[in-house]
T-cell receptor, first 114, second 112 residues
Framework: DAMVIQNPRYQVTQFGKPVTLSCSQT?????MYWYQQKSSQAPKLLFH???????NEADTPDNFQSRRPNTSFCFLDIRSPGLGDAAMYLC?????????????FGPGTRLTVL | GDSVTQMEGPVTLSEEAFLTINCTYT??????LFWYVQYPGEGLQLLLK?????DKGSNKGFEATYRKETTSFHLEKGSVQVSDSAVYFC???????????FGTGTRLQVFP
């Protein structure tokens, strides 16, 4: 089945220690998103890629970076995690051309910062 | 700017009760509307969608009708089950944009 895969599902890191979260997709979608979600709040968009074009949200801290080496993979790098960065991180994909933006989500990575 | 407003939760129901979760939106154009569901510890799953006025989305016994005149997209189910316990997010997407605008989510708790 075509899908969005996130690894790992659970990640524990130490305060200030860089961490990378991974997302891959078999849907061949052009657009990939990273969201941060805290305590069943609405997901908050951090940034997205349209093909290789990177689109950062204005309020995304510099501590968060992303890489998309090819269509299938996208990475979220947190350079110096703080306690406030503990959250669920969701990856999603979509494809333009339908006239609407239906997004397909992965299962998420829950990040714990000690 | 565009926005989505959902009723506050939690919504607590007994099994087989009727469910309504209200959702209204503000948009400059003619958006597409979505309901996503999030089970504990999981990502979001698309539950149903409607892409134009008067469309009815339906899936797994859930329904929602796109009402342009009242700018609403209320989620309904005739008989809820314990397994429906989750957080439900209403969302909109303007035509030909890359982003979803989410509501704050409504937690549903169904008890046997």
């Amino acid at each position: 089945d075509a899908m969005v895969i996130q690894n790992p599902r659970y990640q524990v890191t130490q305060f200030g220690k860089p961490v990378t979260l991974s997302c891959s997709q078999t849907l061949n979608h052009n657009v990939m998103y990273w969201y941060q979600q805290k305590s069943s709040q609405a997901p908050k968009l951090l940034f997205h890629y349209y093909d290789k074009d990177f689109n950062n949200e204005a309020d995304t801290p510099d501590n968060f970076q992303s890489r998309r080496p090819n269509t299938s993979f996208c990475f979220l790098d947190i350079r110096s995690p703080g306690l406030g960065d503990a959250a669920m991180y969701l990856c999603a994909t979509s494809t333009p051309g339908q006239g609407y933006n239906e997004q397909f989500f992965g299962p998420g990575t829950r990040l714990t910062v000690l | 700017g565009d926005s989505v407003t959902q009723m506050e939760g939690p919504v607590t129901l007994s099994e087989e009760a009727f469910l309504t979760i209200n959702c209204t939106y503000t948009a400059t154009g003619y958006p597409s509307l979505f309901w996503y569901v999030q089970y504990p510890g999981e990502g979001l799953q698309l539950l149903l969608k409607a892409t134009k006025a008067d469309d009815k989305g339906s899936n797994k016994g859930f329904e929602a009708t796109y009402r342009k005149e009242t700018t609403s997209f209320h989620l309904e189910k005739g008989s809820v089950q314990v397994s429906d316990s989750a957080v439900y997010f209403c969302a909109l997407s303007e035509k030909n944009t890359d982003k979803l605008i989410f509501g704050t989510g409504t937690r549903l708790q169904v008890f046997p």
